[in-house]
Every structure is written in C-alpha cells, then in structure tokens.
C-alpha cells in the first residue's frame, strides 16, 4: 500500500520509517536492586541484536505482576548467583508482553540512540549487541502472539534508533554453544526479520532474512552434518570419535573434552556458535586433511560442487545445505 502518511523519518542511513517505541516498564517501575557496580556505558551504537529464551517455564499468568516478578527473578539469579554487577540483558519482554528494561540505563541509551551499555548476555558480544531475553522455553512450541508482537515492536524501535539493519537480528546460538532461544523461536528469526524490515519500510526478499548460520548439534542428532562433524572432531584430535552420522552419548563426551581444551564458554556437549568456527579452519580446493574431507562429504550430500576457498560463511553454506 502506498501514500500512508509517515510517523516521522529517521535521520539513519537505510531505515527509511521511524519505528515508535513500545511502552517500556524501567527498572524503578518494576522494583529493581541497585546495581552493585557501575554500568559501563560506551558513546557507540550497537550493531545487532540477539534474541534470548529465559528458559522458565511457559506461564499462564499474563499479568504486569507477572513480568516485573520476572525481571527481579532474573535480576537476582544474575547478581547473587552468577555475581554479575545487574541484569544481564537489556530487556526482558514477558508472556503478557510487557517489554521491561533490563541492566539499568539501557532504556537512557536507547532513547540517546548514540550509546550502549554493557551487558552480559552474550560473551563477545556485550558491547556490540542488545540482549533481548524472552519469557519462556521456545524449544518445542512458539511464544504467545503479544509477546510476539512486542518482539518485533522492540527490534523495530531498536533498528530504527541505532540504525541496524533488520538482517542483523541474531540468536544467541548463532554465537555460543547454547539451544538459546529455543528451537521454535530460532526457526522464527527469518520472520522476524522481514516483519521487522517491513516496519522500517524495507522489503527483505527470502534470503536476505535467512542468515547464514551454524547449525546447531546436539546428542541423539543425526545425518550427514552430524558426520561431518565427527570428521572435524577426529582432525581436531579428538581421534576416540567414529564417523557413523550419530550423535550418541560418546560424541557428547568427545564434544565436552573438545570444549574444556578450548575453553568455551559452556562445556556441554552441544555444537554451536562457538565451537563450529573452532572445529571448521579455512579449506582451498587441493587441500587434504579431515577438513578438506568433511567439505567433500558435505558437498557430496548436497549435490554442489565446493567453493575454491572456504572461509566461515562458505562453512555455514555447505552445513545449512546439507540438513
Ligand atoms: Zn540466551
């Protein structure tokens, strides 16, 4: 449809509508602590966003009560359990959804659209991303429709102020070994891309909204990828792995020994966004070795023919074509 009158035109590059911001509850309004220490807040924009899962359960309760229940629940496990100085993220968006400020002045930086404060949602990434945690686990089942909606409102509000690009909407598996946000959610960020892209006025064909990605792997997994792991596991020294295309208990083990060497974030058994780029070293057409073998393998699988040089992005290709 054309000829709408627009809200107001964002003076960033590529953001052609101001998305309006969502109500926002700040930390006074749902009863936060103190921060323990202070938050560090840097004069730079924030260049993606990552979507979280709380992994909590799936609660009936919809209730503004509910949420600022929620963001304290989070807030204290954060600062007494994991010692952090607040929150981690910098929003919360409820079942209800009611969009909650996480780490203090995070809403202040936002409304700046030049700063950002330093979370502690994602390590790596906690000055250059906003953390969005959403209630629930997304593993099997999606969330409700109002959180939904506040999630594509927020990205939307977010994109528009610092200027991202709704193709940079990330899960925080595409960076940890982690199942986070959820399987059913993860599967949704193309969606959310597009439907946060037509917010800002931009039309993201099919796959501009399907990021390149690495597929996450996990025990009881099993196919081709699966295989070409084990080929990786085995040329990273993890030689006690068999190449049989299942991910069984012995894998995960092998997975675990291969994370503690490598001093991952999480040693659990889970190949994610962490531990792929580590097992995937760049491969040039004439190239032997178990990384030059998983390439071959995979292309096989697919029916294509390998790429001369294979870097990160190539890796993610052959991995997401093979599945
Ligand atoms: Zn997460």
């Avoid at 969005?132 to 999606?142: F, L, R």
Wanted: some cysteine; overall charge neutral; glycine content about 12%.
């Amino acid at each position: 449809m054309g000829g709408g009158v627009l809200l107001a035109t964002a003076a960033l590059p590529g953001i052609a509508h101001a998305a309006p911001a969502p109500a926002i509850v700040d930390c006074a309004a749902w009863g936060a602590r103190p921060n323990s220490r202070v938050v560090n807040v840097v004069t730079r924009r924030p260049v993606k966003i990552l979507v979280h899962h709380t992994a909590t359960p799936n609660v009936d309760d919809l209730s503004r009560r509910a949420a600022d229940d929620l963001a304290r629940g989070i807030q204290n496990f954060h600062m007494d359990r994991r010692g952090w100085l607040d929150s981690g993220q910098h929003f919360t968006i409820s079942r209800g959804g009611f969009v909650l400020e996480g780490r203090h002045r995070s809403l202040e930086a936002l409304r700046s659209g030049r700063k950002q404060v330093e979370g502690a949602h994602c390590t790596g990434q906690n000055l250059v991303s906003i953390g969005i945690e959403n209630e629930g686990t997304y593993t099997d089942t999606g969330p409700t429709g109002v959180l939904w909606d506040r999630l594509r409102e927020m990205c939307a509000h977010v994109c528009s102020q610092y200027g991202i690009a709704p193709t940079e909407i990330y899960g925080h598996r595409d960076f940890k070994d982690t199942l986070c946000p959820g399987d059913v959610l993860y599967g949704m960020l193309p969606r959310l891309r597009g439907e946060v892209g037509g917010m800002l006025g931009q039309r993201l064909e099919g796959s501009s909204v399907r990021a390149a990605s690495w597929p996450v792997l996990r025990e009881d997994d099993r196919g081709p990828v699966v295989r070409a792991a084990q080929i990786l596991l085995r040329g990273a020294g993890r030689t006690e792995v068999s190449v049989d295309g299942e991910f069984g208990a012995a894998m995960a083990e092998s997975v675990r020994v291969f994370q503690a060497e490598h001093a991952t974030e999480e040693v659990n058994g889970i190949i994610g966004g962490e531990s792929w780029p580590l097992l995937t070293p760049p491969v040039r057409s004439g190239d032997r070795g178990a990384a030059a073998e998983a390439v071959e393998a995979l292309a096989v699988t697919s029916s294509t023919r390998p790429p001369s040089d294979i870097g990160p992005v190539q890796w993610q290709q052959l991995l997401t074509a093979a599945r």
